[in-house]
């Protein structure tokens, strides 16, 4: 009778021991699938931060690019303004209207 108590102990050890491991084997997997899924949500953040990066320097680019067309602008205007194209026209080109006689004056040393 001893025989057959000390086999059922045995396998009830064996199935222990099979279900310890699946158990363990369980953890691994989830411990593992966790592992994956946390690295992926890291790169995910950091890709995130990269882009955010990159989009503050294009808004600031941007803004760079804005002003200089603002400025081009106001020198467009300008440069059309009549009383500008005479003033660049009789200063820098030395140009005078028709019946205007134009005097150029010598210093001496």
């Known amino acids: 009778m001893g025989g057959r108590h000390h086999d059922r102990s045995r396998r ?29 949500l890291v790169l995910r953040a950091a890709r995130i931060a990269q882009l955010h990066r990159q989009i503050d320097e294009l808004e600031r680019r941007r803004d760079v690019a804005r002003s200089e067309q603002q400025r081009l ?29 134009k005097a150029v004056f010598i210093e001496e040393e």
């Open 73 to 101: 602008e106001q020198l467009l205007a300008a440069a059309r303004d009549p009383a500008v194209l005479e003033d660049v026209a009789r200063r820098w080109l030395g140009l005078v209207f028709p019946g205007e006689e």
């Open 12 to 40: 009830s050890d064996a199935r222990d021991s099979r279900a310890l491991r699946r158990k363990a084997s369980l953890v691994l997997v989830l411990l593992v699938a966790t592992g994956v899924v946390v690295s992926m």
